[in-house]
């Protein structure tokens, strides 16, 4: 079974930039599908990117041009370079992952999820 823990979030200010990482535990993480997910306290889920096996990647509009989904197959980690961060950002992120390719709007799909990781940015 695939494990995800994440790491790299953190506190910065709007503007600033992150690069959150999840480090993927399983044989089956090269053909897996990975994504990022994330939810405010009292906001419902929401996908943000994921990247399929063969580099393929979904973007949900409100991080499209900011955000950067990218995985290292060697290293069994994914990488979410975050930019030009803004406050409505603020949510804990969870890193996940699943055997088909998925797009961001396919969050709930997922099967493997990490423990997540807290990113707060403010104005």
């Known amino acids: 079974q695939v494990q995800l823990v994440e790491s790299g979030g953190g506190s910065v200010q709007a503007g600033g930039s992150l690069r959150l990482s999840c480090a993927a535990f399983?044989?089956?993480?090269?053909?897996?599908?990975m994504g990022w997910i994330r939810q405010a306290p009292g906001k419902e889920r929401e996908g943000v990117a994921t990247?399929?096996?063969?580099?393929?990647?979904s973007y949900a509009d409100s991080v499209k041009g900011r955000f950067t989904i990218s995985r290292d197959n060697a290293k069994n980690t994914l990488y979410l370079q975050m930019n030009s961060l803004k406050p409505e950002g603020t949510a804990m992120y969870y890193c996940?992952?699943?055997?088909?390719?998925?797009?961001?709007?396919?969050?709930?799909?997922?099967?493997?999820w990490g423990q997540g990781t807290q990113v707060t940015v403010s104005s």
């Open positions: 996940a992952a699943d055997y088909s390719p998925r797009g961001y709007w396919e969050w709930a799909d997922f099967r493997y």
């Open positions: 399983g044989y089956t993480y090269g053909s897996a599908c």
């Open positions: 990247i399929d096996s063969d580099g393929s990647t």
